[in-house]
């Protein structure tokens, strides 16, 4: 299974992005996802997550209201509608994947499995 971010960018503090995870290569069908970003100088941490069915979604305090993860089945894919950006939003943002059986979220970085490349935002004026 292979993930792929993108979408980030520059932008301007109070600015929106969609940031997009592609996954491929899955014979079994979808799984939960998670988004995770890690700022220079700081640990990775955990963003928001959606599980396999698209029923169950979970954020972060810092970016609940402002981030809305969603699936897009049609083409094997998970947005992350960014919001309302601020300075401290800007990292390098990872999409992740759980195991097929793990179907629901995971709000741990040892929830996940496989990994993406990631994709830099930066919020600035």
């Known amino acids: 299974v292979q993930l792929q971010a993108s979408g980030g960018g520059l932008v301007q503090p109070g600015g929106s992005l969609e940031l997009s995870c592609a996954v491929s290569g899955s014979t079994s069908g979808y799984y939960a996802v998670g988004w995770f970003r890690q700022a220079p100088g700081k640990e990775r941490e955990w963003v928001s997550c959606i599980s396999r069915s698209g029923g169950t979604t979970d954020y972060a305090d810092s970016v609940k209201g402002r981030f809305t993860v969603s699936r897009d089945n049609a083409n094997n894919a998970v947005n992350l509608q960014v919001k309302d950006l601020k300075s401290e939003d800007s990292a390098v943002y990872y999409c992740?994947?759980?195991?097929?059986?793990?179907?629901?979220?995971?709000?741990?970085?040892?929830?996940?499995?496989?990994w993406g490349q990631g994709t830099l935002v930066t919020v600035s004026s």
């Open positions: 992740a994947a759980r195991l097929f059986r793990f179907g629901g979220c995971g709000l741990l970085f040892s929830h996940y499995y496989y």
